[in-house]
């Protein structure tokens, strides 16, 4: 594979961009605004002069990667890529509605990807009449620094699509951990949905506050950063939505967000992003 498309210029989007054109990929970054689109660029580049700075690749190799990364807002760009990975927000029918346009643009043997945390393959490729070329390449936030990616294989995904989705995955430089059932959030999200729950239900009854319980797993288990730490950088938002995923297709009531969550959501305590979540961020 060598020409990759990706769909959506958000933080996921643009890190998956950028990691693609520094691997040698010839990158398509596709969005419906074209404001999202300069500021992915803005982003990769600033990115990139950070890597540069710090001695982990040439000026030279900053530019070429660059130069590498297509725009536009029109989604039929798509239609000589080998691999095509949607990345948009966690909304199942924005997803669907994207998915069914590939299935129509996208080149037959192309590899159509989905970005996603928590929503089942077999949803999304249920929608197309290629299924079995439908993966899930669950990549972290931010991408350029997180070593792992998720492949989910949905209920007809073929070895073929899971080895391509493998391929690129690996040559980005990610470790690559496979999903063999297609269960909602996957093995990652199940387990920090779990205790991200159980975390904030702690914080709500008063039983500990939010950084006595991120120093409890940080220093009681070895995590790099507590839960609720996590779901200030992933967003409260998402993190709760996710986790709403998740109890709507198991009505597992540990994947339930509590009060405290909801609320936050809706008062815009969304976490890093907006300023202010378990913690306040300047």
């Given at each position: 594979m060598s020409a990759v498309t990706i769909v959506g210029a958000g933080l996921m989007g643009a890190g998956i961009a950028q990691v693609a054109a520094s691997a040698g990929y010839d990158v398509i970054l596709v969005d419906t605004a074209e404001a999202s689109l300069t500021k992915a660029v803005d982003q990769?580049?600033?990115?990139?002069?950070?890597?540069?700075?710090?001695?982990?690749?040439?000026?030279?190799?900053?530019?070429a990667a660059l130069d590498r990364i297509t725009t536009t807002t029109d989604?039929?760009?798509?239609?000589?890529?080998?691999?095509?990975?949607e990345a948009v927000f966690e909304n199942v029918e924005v997803k669907k509605e994207i998915f069914v346009a590939l299935d129509a643009i996208a080149k037959p043997d192309a590899v159509l990807a989905t970005n996603t945390s928590a929503i089942p393959i077999t949803t999304i490729a249920a929608v197309t009449s290629r299924p079995e070329a439908v993966v899930g390449t669950h990549f972290f936030s931010p991408v350029p620094m997180m070593k792992l990616?998720?492949?989910?294989?949905?209920?007809?995904?073929?070895?073929?699509?899971?080895?391509?989705?493998?391929?690129?995955?690996?040559?980005?430089g990610k470790t690559v951990i496979v999903v063999n059932r297609d269960v909602a959030g996957f093995v990652t999200t199940r387990l920090i949905s779990a205790l991200a729950m159980e975390a904030a239900a702690?914080?709500?009854a008063g039983v500990a506050s939010a950084e006595d319980v991120?120093?409890?797993?940080?220093?009681?288990?070895?995590?790099?950063?507590?839960?609720?730490?996590?779901a200030d950088l992933t967003g409260v938002d998402i993190l709760t939505n996710a986790s709403l995923?998740?109890?709507?297709?198991?009505?597992?009531?540990?994947?339930?967000?509590?009060?405290?969550l909801r609320r936050m959501v809706v008062a815009g305590?969304?976490?890093?992003?907006?300023?202010?979540?378990?913690?306040?961020?300047?």
């Open positions: 990769i580049s600033g990115s990139l002069a950070k890597f540069a700075a710090k001695g982990r690749l040439t000026e030279g190799e900053r530019d989604l039929h760009a798509a239609d000589s890529s080998d691999l095509i990975v990616c998720e492949l989910v294989r949905g209920y007809k995904t073929s070895d073929d699509t899971l080895a391509k989705a493998r391929e690129f995955a690996e040559n980005v702690l914080v709500e991120d120093i409890a797993c940080r220093l009681g288990f070895g995590h790099a950063m507590g839960p609720l730490q996590t995923n998740i109890y709507a297709d198991t009505q597992d009531e540990k994947f339930a967000p509590p009060e405290l305590d969304l976490g890093q992003k907006s300023g202010k979540g378990f913690y306040t961020y300047n």
